[in-house]
T-cell receptor, first 114, second 117 residues
Framework: AQSVTQPDIHITVSEGASLELRCNYS??????LFWYVQSPGQGLQLLLK??????LVQGIKGFEAEFKRSQSSFNLRKPSVHWSDAAEYFCAVAATGGGNKLTFGTGTQLKVEL | DGGITQSPKYLFRKEGQNVTLSCEQN?????MYWYRQDPGQGLRLIYYSQIVNDFQKGDIAEGYSVSREKKESFPLTVTSAQKNPTAFYLCASSRKGDPRGSGNTIYFGEGSWLTVV
């Protein structure tokens, strides 16, 4: 069965600084990988997804993620963080042939200092 | 506007009572899902349905039940058998099948908070 690890529970960055949120997955075949963002008390919004091809994926709100098969990682990055980026971020994996059933990581809470 | 509507937003339940959370979507999606979210544990899949009148258990189905009588509706009942029901519940929907499709994204509702008192 697939699994996702987000090793950082909380991260604090200053506004304007760069951001990298870590995600490691465990899955035997080529995974389908996703990053979602959740504002407090709200649902989840898809930031970006990777299925195949170019390992650097561009998403909404200026986010990007890089798939590294050798490291089983799919880290999320943003060059310059805005105060409105403060939220919780979830990495998720879907099994190939498993439809849209997602397995989520435990999330990383991002705090942005002004 | 198209989307997923969950109701109620906040719900309090006495121990021993069943409670039903509503989820309605007007996206014409075939597949619908229920996730439970607890602090520090991410989201865990309770039940999912790929088509009307059919549904499958997810990872934590014990103490929950669902029905899928209409394409647009997927209500979740939290029964008295669920030992620790206090949580944030999220409903989601998507097209059926391969998630690689450019339009095949999972959309989430805004969630329902259930508290047992």
């Amino acid at each position: 069965a697939q699994s996702v690890t987000q090793p950082d529970i909380h991260i604090t960055v200053s506004e304007g600084a760069s951001l990298e949120l870590r995600c490691n997955y465990s899955y035997g075949a080529t995974p389908y990988l996703f990053w979602y963002v959740q504002s407090p008390g709200q649902g989840l919004q898809l930031l970006l997804k990777y299925f195949s091809g170019d390992t650097l994926v561009q998403g909404i709100k200026g986010f990007e993620a890089e798939f590294k098969r050798s490291q089983s990682s799919f880290n999320l990055r943003k060059p310059s963080v805005h105060w409105s980026d403060a939220a919780e971020y979830f990495c998720a994996v879907a099994a190939t042939g498993g439809g849209n059933k997602l397995t989520f990581g435990t999330g990383t809470q991002l705090k942005v200092e002004l | 506007d198209g989307g997923i509507t969950q109701s109620p937003k906040y719900l309090f339940r006495k121990e021993g009572q069943n409670v039903t959370l509503s989820c309605e979507q007007n996206l014409n999606h075939d597949a619908m899902y229920w996730y439970r979210q607890d602090p520090g544990q991410g989201l865990r899949l309770i039940y999912y349905s790929q088509i009307v009148n059919d549904f499958q258990k997810g990872d934590i189905a014990e103490g929950y039940s669902v029905s899928r009588e209409k394409k647009e509706s997927f209500p979740l009942t939290v029964t008295s058998a669920q030992k620790n029901p206090t949580a944030f519940y999220l409903c989601a929907s998507s097209r059926k099948g391969d998630p690689r499709g450019s339009g095949n994204t999972i959309y989430f509702g805004e969630g329902s908070w259930l508290t047992v008192v």
